[in-house]
Each structure stands twice: as structure tokens, then as C-alpha cells.
């Protein structure tokens, strides 16, 4: 399997219509708010959350990543670049 580097998008572009993007996004309100990375798929453009992924200081995500898209075959491990090591 094979990695793949995911472009960090800015800050503005709050929709990721460019496939193989990701950002930041804030979850829930108030106290409650987590950060989680969002992304859109390099091969379809299909956008998913990363809830139940972790991200190393190197900005290498845990575990691999399947799109949602059931007609996309995209499974890979991922490379954030850019990723400052936090979510915040
Ligand atoms: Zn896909």
C-alpha cells in the first residue's frame, strides 16, 4: 500500500471542492468543540471527516483511509503536509 501527501487547503476554502485537500474543522459547541481533519478524496472529490483517525507529529495518519464513495476505490495511508503537529 502505497502513501499518499494531502494538500493542506486554506483557511477559506470551507468546502473542499479540490480533491486531495485537507483542513481543520471544529465539531460540536461550546465546551464541547473538538478539531478534526477533514478531506476530500484525491481520487473523487468525495469529502469525509476523520473521526476515528489519529495524526503523528509528521503528519502521517493512522489508520489507513477508505474513501466513503463506494464507487472509488481510494485506500491509502496519508500524508498531511503542512500539518503543525495539533489540532487547532
Ligand atoms: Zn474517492
Known amino acids: 500500500m502505497t502513501h499518499q501527501f494531502i ?7 470551507t468546502w473542499l471542492k479540490t480533491p486531495g485537500q ?3 474543522v471544529a465539531m460540536g459547541q461550546g465546551a464541547n468543540v473538538e ?8 481520487d473523487c472529490g468525495e469529502v469525509a471527516d476523520l473521526q ?3 495524526v503523528n507529529q509528521a ?23 503542512g500539518w503543525t503537529g495539533c489540532l487547532n
Open 7 to 13: 494538500t493542506q487547503a486554506a483557511l477559506t476554502d
Open 22 to 24: 485537507w483542513r481543520l
Open 35 to 42: 478539531h478534526c481533519v477533514r478531506l476530500s478524496c484525491p
Open 52 to 54: 476515528e483517525h489519529t
Open 59 to 81: 503528519g502521517c495518519v493512522d489508520p489507513s483511509v477508505v474513501c466513503p464513495n463506494k464507487e472509488c476505490n481510494f485506500h491509502k495511508y496519508i500524508f498531511l503536509k
